[in-house]
């Protein structure tokens, strides 16, 4: 009997937003494997860690920040053959997922590897998305909007035309390119209906207007919402208080 | 004291997917309201039904299917009146959302009307589209992917230019548009990266390629997820088992 591939989804960083199912599935796996920096800890393992016991056998997987540099598929599938091997023994493996396993996860790695020779189940997490929109205080979207997810590194026309298109706009992945983004919405004349969350469900959760972020780079897990006409809610937003997780 | 009003997210439908966090409140809660039709069981309900106990006030929030033929302004204010008078009365009220609140929930109406009077948590669910990508076995989005979601009451034509602008697309609100959206993407070329998911994590869960989706119309709860390049997913997903719940 091998044993059963994992991808937990746990949730935006809040511990207690694990589900009910990742937290059976975690507490009961004798493999918990995550990604992890090269250097400073695993913000995965870092989610998990209140519910992590000694008898767990923990698999970092190493993946370099600048993976661009490196043989970002190499890594993969040595980490693959890793898990494989403990699969093959019969050990049930859980890979441990930042939000979802599949919104923007590196678990696809894994999975397009493993989840034709083993038993795979993904379990959803609750993605930063829908927890920004809750620190926010206002809708992602509503009735007949559509909305947009668009990756920060997309070049300024491209981001343009889809947040034209969009009722409903969620920037991720904003880090290094903050200052470039918010002239972008600035000249949209759409900085009223935008507000700012980063390190969403964590203690040091920061929540605010868009027209409020200060000058310097936001950090990777930052993420700028845009709902349109929305002027309402943001105005709601300025009056409540700006800081502190929920 | 007034109480304190909170916005659950219950997840898609299997009540293993509640976060610890909504499961807390829930079961903390004297008052639990929830949003139901006029005819036959609440869904919002029917997901937390495990865990609720006789000693709750349970207070149904009646929203007429074809709401629009209603008034759904005084249905709303209505209701936040009936929980006010919770509220003011010291008890803390959960309201029961299906999937995630701010993810085109209603929970908006009511947050719209009670938070600025009240104090107000929303507590993120996971959402139904990452369910169905964690159903399907492929990827909602990676890399530098747009992900648009698109209501399927959209006219063809606002469609086509959503779809085509973006990486990855899920369709909402499937339903009765159902004949037309499959007629649209293969009108596109699409088809066959296309997934399909009704009544995604419950035990009547069904999982399949469009091309598979027989000529009925879906039932409100379904959703069509296309990933471009998406096509050695889906082949994978064929070969795959294609129904049961996870």
């Given at each position: 009997m091998t044993g059963k591939l994992y991808g937990l989804g746990l949730g935006p960083g809040d511990?207690?937003?694990?589900?009910?199912?990742?937290?059976?599935?975690?507490?009961?796996?004798?493999?918990?494997?995550?990604?992890?920096?090269?250097?400073g800890p695993s913000f995965a393992r870092q989610i998990?860690?209140?519910?992590?016991?000694?008898?767990?056998?923990?698999?970092?997987?190493?993946v370099p920040m600048r993976v661009e540099r490196f043989p970002a598929q190499e890594i993969?599938?040595?980490?693959?053959?890793?898990?494989a091997r403990h699969l093959d023994a019969g050990s049930d493996v859980a890979v441990l997922c930042e939000g979802d396993p599949f919104f923007f996860g590196?678990?696809?790695y894994l999975f397009e590897r493993l989840s034709g020779r083993y038993e795979t189940e993904v379990v959803p997490?609750?993605?930063?998305?829908?927890?920004?929109?809750a620190a926010l205080g206002r809708p992602l979207a509503a009735r007949n909007d559509v909305l947009?997810?668009?990756p920060g590194p997309l070049?300024?026309?491209?981001?343009?035309?889809?947040i034209e298109a969009a009722g409903a706009v969620a920037i991720i992945k904003v880090g290094r390119h903050s200052a470039r983004i918010r002239a972008l919405i600035e000249a949209m004349g759409l900085t009223a209906c935008a507000g700012y969350v980063e390190r969403v469900s964590l203690p040091e959760q920061r929540v605010m207007p868009l027209s409020a972020?200060?000058?310097?780079?936001?950090?990777?897990?930052?993420?700028?919402?845009?709902y349109k006409g929305g002027e309402g809610w943001n105005a709601a937003l300025s009056r409540t208080t700006m800081d502190g997780a929920s």
């Open positions: 511990p207690e937003l694990l589900t009910l199912k990742a937290h059976r599935i975690l507490t009961g796996a004798p493999v918990v494997a995550y990604p992890a920096p090269d250097t998990a860690a209140p519910y992590l016991r000694a008898d767990q056998l923990e698999v970092p997987i190493v993969y599938d040595e980490a693959a053959e890793t898990l590196s678990f696809m997490g609750v993605s930063s998305m829908m927890a920004a929109a947009s997810i668009v070049d300024d026309e491209t981001m343009r035309t889809r972020v200060p000058e310097s780079a936001a950090p990777y897990f930052s993420m700028i919402l845009i």
